[in-house]
């Protein structure tokens, strides 16, 4: 929400874990070969899809996944991102209705939006990895097989179609979207799903 303070938009980001939870989604069904109904990702009819298109779900899958993973992380209260230096310009940044996110933003004296770094799908994996899947609970045989998909991706998909065109890249691969990707996301939301420590207090 954007509030005009008089001085300026203030972006308020109280809910920014649920809307990034929503843009996964969007992410993840663009090209219609993955759909989302009630918390589960499945495969879709796919139809045909050029190479170009390819290329752009391949890439849109693998950020679904890392947006989802850092979704993840802010709804259980994990901090992982910075401060970015000499970023003082644009909206300035609040979060109202969210005790946890305020107190983060006051303690890295973040006041504007462009300030916030996010930082890359490994450090949020290794955020992920030293404290969220210790902080609820989930099977160790769950969070090394999260753990392992994300090294997959990284080195097969996500920064290969971000940057570059590859011609061998440009297929749909039906074995990879079920045996990879569909578990990922399917985990991490149920991980999102979970009840988080502000929820139970």
Not at 2 to 19: F, L, M, P, R
Request: aromatic fraction near 10%; charge should be negative.
């Amino acid at each position: 929400m954007n509030i005009d303070t008089g001085d300026g938009i203030n972006v308020d980001i109280s809910y920014i874990a649920e809307q990034n939870h929503r843009y996964a989604i969007h992410l993840s069904t663009f090209q219609n070969v993955i759909t989302y109904h009630n918390g589960t990702y499945e495969i879709a009819n796919i139809g045909e899809h050029s190479p170009f298109e390819t290329v752009d779900f391949w890439r849109n899958i693998s950020l679904a996944a890392e947006i989802l993973l850092k979704a993840c992380l802010l709804k259980h209260n994990i901090l992982f991102f910075k401060k970015r230096a000499h970023s003082e310009y644009g909206e300035t940044v609040t979060a109202l209705s969210n005790v946890w996110l305020d107190g983060i933003l006051k303690k890295l004296e973040i006041n504007y939006v462009a300030q916030i770094n996010t930082g890359t799908i490994s450090t949020a994996l290794k955020n992920a990895e030293n404290k969220l899947f210790e902080q609820i609970q989930l099977p160790p045989q769950n969070t090394k097989l999260i753990s392992q998909m994300f090294y997959v991706i990284i080195r097969t998909r996500r920064n290969r179609n971000s940057h570059f065109f590859f011609p061998n890249q440009s297929h749909i691969n039906i074995a990879e979207i079920e045996m990879l990707f569909l578990p990922l996301l399917n985990q991490l939301e149920e991980v999102y799903g979970l009840p988080s420590y502000q929820d139970e207090n």
